[in-house]
């Protein structure tokens, strides 16, 4: 409450700086930041809208539903909606349903190509503005590590042996929560990325790899000899849950995103991460996830001008930093955001991203809605479930895969 | 009733058969417009679902993107999506016993005590209605996060299995209790099925207790003067007075089950909880939506069974009502 306080007494004073529009009226403001910390973080960005003779109506859907929703929605759209860019952004582009804000991006100078990139559709004009991103990384704490005299593993088998060494110690070493299908998806990625390269993962998820080929099998097969030193059930738990028993001293060690830290607000000096060890020297160290949140355009807002104004304004550092002082668990995608409030966690989230050559975006970033929605979440949910049963998981993987990629 | 037909008879008979042109107007409003809802809402959505099942189309694009593709999408359901659809078809049916043996029974129970006039009969009647009436959002927060959370849910800390290496993976368990062959009732969907009892049994108790108000209390003050005991009174004579009641419970019973759904879609519909419902809403709906055909397909099946089901139920109802 008091960081929340502090967070919105400096957003109001730094709006000096954006210009008013000239637009009026009513704005519909659809928004998936539905837990209480990034709730708020987003009131706090909306609030800092310069242009007062715009009222911003925010309808807030539980994360998860969102995304559920997305294609209904995006029917009866509201003006202004919060996305994910990449593939899951080209896929609605392509069919019409998102606005075209070329125009806004032409007095955009302060976000990269790369991110650029990434909120372009197959046509070639820009669908999103991005607003932050964040790594995928081993999230530990660092007090707990000091005080057992662990090291920050490099390699696979110092990582196993970290493991270990852990369960000697009474912890369980990796935090699991794979309710809601995806969190899975994030160890899958970083494996796959760590054993078979960047380009595999990209060919893989616009369909062109082979779910059975040796690769993907190698994939799992690593996988197998690691699940036994993550928490059990996991398809039943929550991320939330899984954060916590971290935070709690139960567990060692968690992969996910650097939202983690929503988990955390209690005890963010407490936090920190090291990127997946690497397992294949071919590849390195040399991708991570990072995928990529931003806002789109409804095909047909009922207020364009408005609309506009806004994405332009969630493209300035302002606005970008005025969420991420409040809610610390990403990066701005801005080059003028202003760094000097971030934390530990967010400096290190910066420099991993800019060190890394290669980023991917998540698994339901890179591919087909349907394929990762329909097929991914509930293969390696019944992979985490029956490990031994990986041999008709990926073929069925396959055949559907087929199935839906023509 | 008996005494208003009666009364009624003379009347039908000295009736002049022919309707003034007030009658016409009532009658046809009165009986045209609830078949115009009816054939709108009702039977154009099902003759679609039946048509589109047969096309592919991702439900974006206008209707002129809609291209015809045969059986297509059923050969895809049984061939590719096939453990899907059987373990779906599985879980609902399972659904089907579970909610006659269990909270059809207990909800009717809960209702004839309720009829009793017991001291705070209304608080009770509340306290078992309101899972009907919460939103599928609280449903889902108060099952995952108050009742099965495995480290600080309710069932867990009872049973003080929330230490790390001892926890219960409630809704996450897809293993089977019962195997048959490759596909069988799982764990996970044993636990919601409590869920699923939660809320049915609060919507039959008080459709229940709807019905016993009307059960005139001249025909109970009969059997006890006769000598029936409670549980002879509820067989022999009550049960059977509410005969378009119970007829009305079983088909929502079946139909309950059948088109299951908020509740697992709340939990983010984990493996091990297929339903057919589920299905076609991942398919026409959700993030991987836009598959109308093989949405549709899906919905067809589901319209089979219902049909299906409901059409034995009834017959088989009807067939005892005309032994009798």
Partial sequence: MLLGGTGLASARGRVGSTPAGSASGTL??????????????????????????????????????????????????????????????????????????????????????????????????????????????????????????FEIPTTLDELTALATEMQGAGLTPFSLGNDAAWPAMGTFDILNMRINGYQFHVDLMAGEGEWTSDEVREVFATWETLLPFHQSGPNGRTWQEAAQALNAGETGMMLLGTFISEQFADNLDDLAFFPFPEVNPEHGMDSIDAPIDGFMMAADPDNEEASKEMLAYLATGEAQITYLTLNPGSVAVASDADQSGYTDLQLASAELIAETPNIAQFLDRDTNPEFAANVMGDALADFLADPGSIDSILSDVEERKQVIFT | MTVTSTRLRPDRRSRVRQFSTADRVALTLLIGIPTLIHVAFVWFPAVATVVLSFTNWNGIVGVGGIRFV????????????????????????????????????VGVFFAYLLDKNLRGGAIYQ?????????????????????????????????????????????????????????????????????????????????????????????????A????????????????????????????????????????????????GMELLSILVTDNLIGEGGGNVGRGSAYGVVLLLLCVGFITWYLANHFRREQAR
């Fill in chain 1, 28 to 149: 519909t403001f659809g928004s998936n930041y539905s837990d209480e910390i990034p709730r708020t973080a987003m009131q706090a960005v909306l609030d800092g809208f310069p242009n007062d003779n715009v009222e911003v109506r925010v309808n807030t859907v539980d994360h998860n539903s969102y995304q559920e929703n997305i294609t209904n929605y995006l029917q009866q759209p509201d003006d202004v909606m919060a996305w994910f860019t990449g593939y899951r952004l080209q896929f609605f582009a392509a069919q019409g349903l998102v606005g075209d804000i070329t125009d806004v991006w032409e007095g955009i100078d302060n976000i990269g190509d790369n991110f650029k990139a990434t909120c372009t559709g197959e046509d070639g004009k820009q669908y999103m503005v991005p607003f932050y991103n964040y790594p995928w990384a081993v999230h530990y704490k660092p007090s707990l590590f000091e005080e057992h005299g």
């Fill in chain 2, 224 to 271: 006890a003067i006769d000598g029936c005991n409670e549980w002879q009174a509820f067989k022999r004579v009550v049960f059977p007075a509410m005969k378009p009641v119970n007829v009305v419970v079983g088909v929502i019973t079946v139909i309950e089950a059948l088109r299951a759904f908020d509740i697992v879609f709340a939990l983010n519909s984990p493996r």
């Fill in chain 2, 70 to 105: 045969g059986f297509r999408n059923y050969w895809e359901i049984f061939t590719v999506f096939e453990s899907d659809v059987f373990s779906a078809a599985i879980n609902n049916g399972v659904l089907v016993v579970f909610l006659f043996l269990g909270p059809t029974a």
């Fill in chain 2, 126 to 222: 509340s306290i078992f209605y309101t899972p009907v009436v919460l939103s599928l959002a609280v449903v889902g927060f108060i099952w995952r996060s108050v009742m099965y959370s495995p480290r600080q849910g309710l069932i867990s800390t009872v049973l003080g299995r929330t230490a790390p290496g001892n926890q219960i993976d409630w809704l996450g368990d897809r293993s089977h209790l019962l195997s048959i062959g490759d596909y069988g009732l799982s764990k996970n969907f044993v636990a919601i099925l409590a869920a699923m009892a939660w809320r049915h049994v609060g919507y039959i108790m008080v459709l229940y207790l709807a019905g016993l108000k009307s059960v005139d209390t001249q025909l109970r003050e009969a």
